[in-house]
């Protein structure tokens, strides 16, 4: 049961550290500079999971861990907007490729799975705590 528990806890980290990336992403929707101050749009990041073999080994199943973050390599989004200080000398302004939708839909899905795990916790502990009541 207890390792129940971590791969859960496992999948919350997961889950936390992805919805950080996008909101990373959102927060940067409008950022047509870099780190270093260059006129280099923001590039979107995502996450990439993979299966964590240390968790849950002895019931056959295993947990999940942050692989990595990785940057999208998207081409900017142009937009004409010749009075910007960042408009290049044809008037367009980078913007990065980042589509709110889309950013909103995996942020929910990334939520929902959060919750999920959360739940699978509840139940693990409620069950342990029959079972010590049932022992007692």
Known sequence: ???????STS?????RTRINTIAGNIANISTT?????????????FTVFQSDESIGKSEGSA???????????????????P?????????????PNID????????LEATRAY??????IQITKDLVQQSLRILA
């Open 1 to 7: 049961m207890l390792s129940t528990m971590d791969i």
């Open 11 to 15: 999948a919350l980290i997961a889950q």
């Open 33 to 45: 500079h870099n780190e270093d101050g260059q006129r280099v749009p923001y590039q979107p990041r």
């Open 63 to 81: 947990g999940v861990k942050v692989r990595s973050i990785e940057i999208e390599q998207a081409p900017p989004r142009l937009k004409y907007e």
């Open 83 to 95: 009075n910007h200080p960042d408009a290049d000398e044809n008037g367009y302004v980078s913007y």
């Open 100 to 107: 709110l939708t889309t950013e909103m839909v995996d942020a």
């Open 115 to 120: 919750e999920a795990n959360v739940g699978v």
